[in-house]
T-cell receptor
Framework: ETGVTQSPTHLIKTRGQQVTLRCSSQ?????VSWYQQALGQGPQFIFQ???????GRGNFPPRFSGLQFPNYSSELNVNALELDDSALYLC???????????????FGAGSRLTVL | DAKTTQPPSMDCAEGRAANLPCNHS???????VYWYRQIHSQGPQYIIH???NNETNEMASLIITEDRKSSTLILPHATLRDTAVYYC????????????FGAGTQVVVTP
């Protein structure tokens, strides 16, 4: 059973640029959630994808967008980068509809984005 | 999600039990309590969850009070590798995958 993998692990962008972060879900999972974690804070929910459609969104502007592909992998896109977008971006997968009913997420190691 | 309250930090001696408290007084009857931890520079890791009964797995034990307003995560024999931020979360039933992380408890295990 493979876990959640994210790429790239680190990247540096400049203000105004666009970035795409990628995530491969754990085998057997059908839902992907993305979180932003600023330094010294807990992760903040950005959005979730299920069946290739957005299924819930946190308090993030539209310049944060995403995709989920048929193989349940996912992308997070951020346009018009701002300095405050510097953070660790975490991807998590889960199995919606699991027989246990448990809301258990498997997280990747994250992509650390620095905006200069 | 039900609001959870945790102490900001605690220390524990290696080999001793670590007892991490969490208050969730507004939790609803069908909301589970979940615990995750985050070791520095890694993604959060699921530890355990429970509804009413006490739970135990290979990582930890979870004790939930009868009124469900608080719980305690127990690491029975803390090791240096247990040094991490521990998050207690009580998501609503319609918030699948949409966890609200607070500040958590920074646990430092010392030799």
């Amino acid at each position: 059973e493979t876990g959640v993998t994210q790429s790239p692990t680190h990247l540096i962008k400049t203000r105004g640029q666009q970035v795409t972060l990628r995530c491969s879900s754990q085998s057997g999972h059908n839902t992907v959630s993305w979180y932003q974690q600023a330094l010294g804070q807990g992760p903040q929910f950005i959005f979730q994808y299920y069946r290739e459609e957005e299924n819930g969104r946190g308090n993030f502007p539209p310049r944060f967008s995403g995709l989920q592909f048929p193989n349940y992998s996912s992308e997070l896109n951020v346009n018009a980068l701002e300095l405050d977008d510097s953070a660790l971006y975490l991807c998590a997968s889960s199995l919606l509809g699991a027989s246990s009913g448990a809301n258990v997420l498997t997280f990747g190691a994250g992509s650390r984005l620095t905006v200069l | 999600d039900a609001k959870t309250t945790q102490p900001p930090s605690m220390d524990c001696a290696e080999g001793r039990a670590a007892n991490l408290p969490c208050n969730h007084s507004t939790i609803s009857g069908n909301e589970y309590v979940y615990w995750y931890r985050q070791i520095h520079s890694q993604g959060p890791q699921y530890i355990i969850h429970g509804l009413k009964n006490n739970e135990t797995n290979e990582m930890a034990s979870l004790i939930i009070t009868e009124d469900r307003k608080s719980s305690t995560l127990i690491l029975p024999h803390a090791t240096l590798r247990d040094t991490a931020v521990y998050y207690c979360i009580a998501p609503t039933t319609d918030s699948w995958g949409k966890l609200q992380f607070g500040a958590g408890t920074q646990v430092v295990v010392t030799p």
